[in-house]
């Protein structure tokens, strides 16, 4: 039993909801196999960083790692240019970015651009802005999206966002967030490069083509959820194992590329709805074979919560449930299925409600509980843990955790 497949399901726990019958929507969901998992594993409930703390996804998958969000946290930008495949250095600062499209006054017409997607030529030109203190380095996301990361020297995450967060208003000028020299060096370093790159976007031919044609100009950048690449001890040398992480959405790719784990990407996942979720936990099957501990995550039943939509959501545990049927053949493996945090469906958000978790394999203390439910999992033997707990109690049950004493 020396190998574990940790299958997260992004905000999977709910609250009971009266058109289910007073069921949230996994207490309503068929789910074989899931079931079969309680009565072979041991339940409880988590709490991913803490009683009461509702928990946004990066920071619960840190906490569930083992990584204390409360030092290794500085933002989410970190997250996301990992998981679209940049090259980070530890003390960059790293930040969320949009093509936006502004008016003459600075007003944000369109905060995505029309959706623009080929902006590599923008790209080129916003790399070959000199700002003194700091270099801009970028990489094309998904569409309208790009990945910034600044480097040089003295520079802090403590900065605000230019990003206003809605249409129709102003962009703002960055400012720092705290009085220490180092971020108000990064906030009048961001604000120089934003003013170039207007120039710079504003004039570029791409985008005069763009209003000829009827289109909105990728004239503007907005920058979000600076932060700053924590130096974090590797998974593998934290805890003696080889690792991978196989994921849909970028943040979570992220999440595995900051720890060091193998990214493996596996077509036909999208981390929505129609992700092939199947293939996901068969590639997690065959890492098995050359990595100790396999990290699956699985999204959208948090973000159908996030839209209210607790039918879907149960239909969408119906299909993880599926797709997990190969996990039960396996013999020498401990398998872990848990959520990093609940997504209520009648509040459309993350809530502090402890997450149901299984853990089952050879050798664990198997309790009585048959069906993997919010509520009946609270009856189970593993009690109630914290994230932080997690990663310990799954190498203890692998023998691999150090002796505390002699
Ligand atoms: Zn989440």
Do not use: W
């Amino acid at each position: 039993m020396n190998k574990a497949i940790l299958i997260i399901c992004d905000g999977l726990s709910d609250r009971p909801i009266d058109e289910l019958g007073g069921k949230t929507p996994l207490e309503a969901a068929l789910k074989p196999n899931l079931d079969e998992l309680s009565r072979r594993g041991v339940n409880g409930l988590m709490h991913t960083i803490d009683i009461g703390i509702r928990p946004g996804s990066d920071v619960a998958h840190l906490s569930i790692f083992g990584y204390d969000p409360y030092t290794y946290y500085t933002g989410r930008g970190p997250f996301e240019v990992a998981g679209i495949g940049m090259d980070f250095k530890e003390k960059d600062i790293a930040f969320r970015g949009n093509f936006a499209t502004v008016d003459p006054a600075l007003t944000i017409t369109d905060r995505r651009a029309g959706r623009i997607d080929n902006t590599q030529d923008l790209i080129e030109e916003l790399t070959k802005i000199k700002i003194e203190g700091g270099r801009f380095i970028f990489k094309k996301g998904v569409a309208h999206r790009v990945g910034v990361i600044l480097r040089g020297d003295d520079l802090s995450a403590k900065i605000s966002d230019n990003d206003p967060h809605i249409t129709y208003e102003k962009v703002q000028k960055v400012y720092p967030l705290d009085n220490k020299p180092s971020s108000k060096k990064t906030a009048k370093i961001v604000n120089r490069f934003l003013e170039k790159a207007y120039q710079v976007l504003a004039a570029h031919p791409l985008n005069k083509k763009r209003v000829q044609m009827g289109l909105l100009p990728a004239n503007y950048l907005l920058l979000r959820g600076a932060g700053q690449v924590p130096n974090l001890i590797p998974f593998s040398q934290k805890y003696g194992l080889t690792s991978a992480c196989i994921a849909g959405a970028g943040l979570y790719k992220g999440v595995g590329k900051m720890l060091g784990m193998k990214v493996i990407n596996v077509s036909g996942t999208t981390g929505k709805e129609d992700s092939d979720i199947s293939a996901k936990i068969k590639a997690a099957i065959k890492a098995l074979n050359d990595h100790d501990f396999v990290f699956v995550h699985i999204k959208a039943a948090d973000t159908l919560a996030e839209d209210g939509n607790f039918l879907g959501k149960k239909e969408f545990i119906e299909k993880i449930d599926k797709a997990l049927a190969p996990t039960l053949k396996l013999t020498d493996t401990f398998i872990i299925v848990t959520a990093d945090h609940t997504t209520a469906s009648t509040l459309k958000m993350h809530t502090s409600d402890p997450v149901p978790i299984v853990i089952a394999g050879r050798g664990v203390r198997t309790d009585h509980v048959s069906s993997f439910g919010e509520r009946a999992v609270a009856g189970g033997k593993l009690g109630f843990i914290r994230g932080e707990h997690l990663m310990k109690i799954i190498l203890d049950l692998m023998g691999k955790a150090p002796l505390f004493g002699a």
